[in-house]
């Protein structure tokens, strides 16, 4: 019998292959049953911590990908764990974070069932690792098109010839989604203040459509 439920909204990049698997999850908006529970909602901070504060009760393993990391943890001590799942990679890698070695394992096992390679951090930080630096590519590859300096096919091309990426930033973005991108880039200005996670236009305007 399985000890976690993953707690999901239905715009998080492993809904499909959740679904398609019967791993034991519910939809966000549901309350799980389980004392463990694999949190993959892609919130706003208000909403996450509306959300944790109803799961008071539960070890939680939270996506926080687009989020401060470090002090949404520290403000709640039942996140024993969280994971970077909301961007997905080429590799099939995931970067997590737990507290003890039962989370751990309990992330490993969801791991598993999904074919991804988890790969441990020492802390989530803003946004994990990947996450933060591919976003801030991607961003940069919208500042060079909206600057006519190429074509997004062309920026995606040079990066997979000159660099040897398995996918452009385009193609990346489409696949994480810009909705989550911009969260993190935001997240990242308001946090540190820094001017060079200002989000290019075009980007913000793709994620509001």
């Known amino acids: ?32 049953s389980a004392p463990n529970v694999i949190e993959l909602c892609l919130l706003d901070k208000v909403k ?4 944790w504060e109803s ?6 393993l939270a996506d926080l990908s687009c989020h401060n990391g470090d002090a949404l943890i520290e403000e709640f001590p039942q996140v024993q764990g969280a994971l970077a799942s909301a961007f997905p ?9 737990s507290k ?19 790969v441990a951090v020492d ?17 940069e590859a919208y500042f060079a098109r909206e600057d006519q300096v190429a074509t997004a096919q062309a920026i995606d ?21 810009s909705k989550s991108i911009v969260a993190l880039l935001d997240e990242l200005a308001a946090s540190t203040g820094d001017l060079r996670y200002q989000v290019c236009q075009q980007l913000r305007e793709e994620s509001l459509c």
């Open 157 to 177: 091309q040079a990066m997979r010839y000159g660099v040897h990426y398995p996918a452009g930033p385009f193609a990346l973005a489409q696949k994480i989604g």
């Open 89 to 97: 990679s080429p590799k099939q890698a995931c970067e997590y974070w």
């Open 1 to 32: 019998m399985t000890n976690y439920q993953i707690l999901i909204t239905k715009d998080h990049p492993l809904y499909a292959k959740i679904v398609e698997r019967g791993i034991n999850y519910l939809n966000y908006g549901k309350f799980p």
């Open 123 to 139: 802390s989530p930080g803003i946004g994990f690792i990947y996450p933060r630096i591919i976003s801030m590519i991607i961003n």
């Open 100 to 118: 003890t070695a039962a989370a751990t394992e309990l992330l490993l096992q969801f791991f598993k069932k999904c074919d991804i390679v988890g």
């Open 48 to 51: 996450k911590r509306q959300l």
């Open 55 to 60: 799961l008071k009760d539960k070890c939680i």
